[in-house]
């Protein structure tokens, strides 16, 4: 069953002058009317009162476009959005880059645990860290999975608008170097005992 906002998006799409609009511009126009929506039904307003409402107090769609700046390059496959995702995109990023060090801590890290403890070289400082933080996690693994569903199930709402888009690109960037440092954790003792053996 498509949302009110997928909705409310299709209208929008069929409006003249919708196709000038990039597909950032759309969600946040989307996004605006859901909230604009929303806020009346919660006065008491119909919902289909309420999406006209909406709709009127928008205004022109064409309008509207022509006063959104060109953005030619975002709005191609070979453009800035590869580099410098949306922040819908960049939320979606974040969330796959939080499972993947999650999956790593809580799977494979506990595995490497006593090897690396074994070793006869010392540990560097992100290794220690990156051992101490698996076995915290492990032993509330139903805590850290129960956040990681909650935020899949907010995902559809999270980054919607471009509002927030410098923000999520920080979090996207963030969390990569977070799953990078856990997998150098994991890397760095094995290549201090390769140049030992050497």
């Known amino acids: 069953m498509a949302t009110r906002e997928e909705a409310l998006r299709r209208i929008l799409d069929a409006a003249r002058g919708a196709e000038r609009l990039t597909e950032e511009q759309r969600c946040e126009l989307a996004a605006h009317l859901d909230e604009s929506v929303d806020a009346k039904v919660r006065s008491g307003m119909g919902e289909t009162e309420a999406v006209g409402r909406a709709f009127e107090e928008l205004g022109n769609v064409e309008k509207i476009a022509r006063g959104f700046p060109p953005s030619p390059a975002?709005?191609?496959?070979?453009?800035?959005?590869?580099i410098f995702p949306t922040a819908?995109?960049?939320a979606l990023r974040t969330y796959?880059?939080?499972v993947f060090?999650?999956?790593?801590?809580i799977f494979v890290t506990p595995r490497f645990s006593d090897v690396l403890r074994s070793l006869s070289v010392e540990l560097p400082l992100v290794t220690t860290i990156a051992l101490r933080?698996?076995?915290?996690?492990?032993?509330?693994?139903?805590?850290v999975i129960s956040a990681l569903i909650a935020a899949g199930a907010m995902l559809p709402r999270l980054g919607r608008t471009g509002r927030g888009r410098f923000l999520w690109f920080g979090a996207y960037v963030g969390t990569g170097l977070l799953c990078l440092a856990a997998v150098s954790a994991l890397l760095l003792p094995l290549l201090s005992l390769v140049q030992a053996i050497r």
């Open 96 to 98: 796959l880059f939080l």
């Open 133 to 143: 933080s698996a076995e915290a996690m492990k032993t509330g693994w139903w805590l």
């Open 88 to 90: 819908r995109g960049s």
């Open 74 to 82: 975002a709005a191609t496959p070979e453009g800035w959005t590869w």
């Open 101 to 105: 060090f999650v999956v790593v801590q």
